[in-house]
């Protein structure tokens, strides 16, 4: 799909049908104090920290209290949950204390979607921290490991689970953000697919640019990428970026609804491929599952059914 000027025409159809596995198959509200840090608390610094700050407090035989400390003493914390209740925990029955990150709707509290740094497939422009990071699977036979090296630095990558009938490459994903704050963030980044002697010598890829205005549970992105060949004395660069345009919105506790679309701009292309469907939020595991579809001139495609699973692990600790 991608403008690639490889060195024959099978080797262009075999890249493009490769990415484009990867790539397109890839009330009124209360903002909580520090809502995207979960940093650790120290138990005898929690008084310190501003009245109005959210607490997720872990007892030690798995239990979740979230809530606000009123008061506590050598032995006991006495911890206000969001429906007014006052729960008296015994210091030694807790595990730590962490900053909620998330928001408080009514009397409820909406916990943040930990896969924020992706829409379906594609990147969103926010950033993995420092030593966080997610194993995930895309339509099942596409695995991706990824790890936050530093607050702007994320590596992922992978290979397909069955190489003998989908294909045999391996790929990359650096990924730098530029400028991340609470209502916007810019990240530049490039997906690589290293691919065996059979199909092609050298890499093919993409090089990226993303930008995501709004917050967790509402934001817009859009993109651009340029297609790449590299290696074997014969490198090249689309000059005919791919556009995506892509949206994600919370309609309830634990789901949002996510649309990834993109757009092919080259004059020998027209068309794109559009997607929707809806993602279920967990603690650190979430699920997508959706619909995607190919639109050309005078024709569309519909549709292919979509399942991913995003594990997360780590947590932040700015």
Not at 12 to 38: E, F, M, N, Y
Not at 151 to 160: H, I, L, W
Not at 265 to 274: A, N
């Amino acid at each position: 799909t991608l403008s690639f000027v490889p060195r024959s025409q099978m080797t262009l159809r075999l890249a493009r049908l490769l990415v484009g596995s990867i790539l397109l198959l890839g009330a009124p509200t209360t903002t909580l104090t520090a809502q995207d840090s979960a940093r650790t608390v120290a138990r005898d610094t929690v008084m310190m920290l501003p009245r109005d700050t959210l607490l997720e407090v872990r007892l030690h035989d798995g239990s979740v209290l979230y809530g606000r400390v009123v008061r506590q003493d050598s032995v006991h914390v006495v911890i206000r949950t969001l429906g007014g209740t006052e729960v008296d925990a015994k210091r030694e029955l807790i595990a730590s204390f962490r900053v909620a990150r998330g928001r408080v709707v009514g009397n409820e509290y909406w916990a943040a979607d930990p896969n924020g740094t992706r829409l379906f497939f594609t990147s969103t422009g926010r950033t993995l921290g420092k030593g966080e990071g997610y194993i995930s699977t895309y339509f099942l036979f596409f695995p991706f490991v990824a790890y936050g090296v530093t607050d702007r630095f994320t590596m992922a990558g992978g290979t397909p689970i069955i190489p003998e009938i989908i294909g045999r490459a391996f790929y990359l994903a650096p990924k730098f953000t530029l400028r991340e704050t609470e209502r916007s963030s810019y990240a530049i980044g490039a997906l690589s697919f290293a691919l065996t002697e059979e199909i092609s010598e050298g890499t093919v890829g993409l090089l990226y640019g993303v930008g995501t205005w709004g917050n967790r549970d509402n934001a817009f992105t859009a993109g651009a990428g340029w297609g790449y060949q590299w290696g074997d004395g014969n490198s090249s660069v689309s000059n005919a970026p791919v556009l995506v345009l892509g949206g994600e919105t919370r309609v309830g506790r634990r789901l949002k609804l996510v649309t990834e679309n993109w757009i092919f701009t080259g004059p020998d292309e027209s068309g794109g491929v559009f997607s929707g469907g809806f993602r279920f939020i967990g603690d650190r595991l979430t699920s997508d599952l959706g619909l995607i579809g190919a639109a050309g001139v005078g024709s569309v495609a519909c549709c292919i059914p979509m399942v991913n699973f995003v594990w997360n692990f780590g947590r932040k600790s700015r």
